[in-house]
């Protein structure tokens, strides 16, 4: 799927030398739009090269053909090699400076990995490395976070290594737990601060790398 989109929207896509990302998402695309959101009000000094999704017929998909935004539909295979293959070819086509997890549910494959050192970030929903790894993904950080009695949640931008959520930490925002929240209402406060906090360091990233932390 994807190479033949018109590019409707020039601040996305054609700022001279500004650098590029590519986006990997799975599911409905509530960050990527939020990255989508901070180029176009110029708080993400980035362009957004194409979409990497899950499957077909994602919200993430309609997001990136709403904004012009190339899109490549990265098949399931058992063999991590196939896998690591059409990932790889398409990255090489696009040659994007920073790949985005964004809701994207699968181990990146390592051969992938070893192409595009340090250059796989992801956010996580808790402050890790607690309710982190395999496994805590979606409301189910949210419903460890409660019943484990935490006072405080947030999220976390990380680099992405072979192992689950242990890629090195480059952002954390910080919330508390109210007394009356619920997975849901913790989950919707935590997005918020995703939200922000994203953009922030993919533009440390890209911009300031000698950096060990993004300024929030």
Known sequence: MGANYNFANPAIHFRILTPSIVVAASGGGTNFQALIDAVVQNRLQSRIA??????????AIKRAEKHGIPVFVQPRSC???TEADTMLDILQIWKPDLIVLAGWLRKVPPAVL????????NIHPSLLPKF???GFYGIRV????????ESESGCTVHLVNEEYDKGRIIGQRRIPVLPEDTPQSLAARVLEQEHQLYP?????????????????
């Open 114 to 121: 070893e192409q595009f050192p340090d250059r796989f970030v």
């Open 200 to 216: 922030e360091c993919i533009n440390t990233l890209l911009h300031h790398p000698t950096k060990k932390e993004c300024i929030t």
């Open 79 to 81: 063999d991590e090699n």
């Open 132 to 134: 982190g790894g395999k």
């Open 50 to 59: 194409g979409l990497i999704a899950g499957s077909p017929g994602t919200g």
């Open 142 to 149: 949210h419903e460890a976070v409660i019943q484990a009695g």
